[in-house]
C-alpha cells in the first residue's frame, strides 16, 4: 500500500462547483446570471488555466466584474478572455 496521495482531481466536484456558484451571488441579478451561466455551461470544460482564471476573478468586487462585463471598464489582461467567454451569448 502507497503512502502517496493521488494527483489533485479538477475542480469540478459539486461540492466546489456549488461554493463557486455561492460566491457567484454579487446583489446584481443581471451579473450574478451571467456568472451562473459560466459555471453550468462552461466551467467544467474549461482548461485549468481558465478555471484558475475564474476564480481569481471572483476574489474582484462585484461592481467591478459587471463594469468589466458591461464594457464600461476593460478587464485587466489576466481577464480579458475569460470575460468575453462570460458574456459570449
Not at 496521495?5 to 469540478?12: D, F, G, I, Q, Y
Request: one cysteine or more; glycine letters at 4%.
Amino acid at each position: 500500500m502507497s503512502l502517496e496521495h493521488p494527483p489533485r482531481a479538477p475542480a469540478t466536484t459539486r461540492a466546489e462547483l456549488g461554493k463557486l456558484r455561492w460566491r457567484c451571488r454579487r446583489g446584481i441579478k443581471e451579473l450574478d446570471v451571467l456568472l451562473e451561466r459560466y459555471i453550468d455551461e462552461r466551467f467544467c470544460a474549461a482548461p485549468e488555466p481558465e478555471r484558475d482564471a475564474f476564480r481569481q476573478l471572483l476574489e474582484t468586487e462585484g461592481t467591478l466584474i459587471y463594469a468589466y462585463c458591461l464594457g464600461a471598464q476593460p478587464p485587466p489582461e489576466r481577464f480579458a478572455e475569460l470575460i468575453t467567454r462570460i458574456t459570449a451569448n
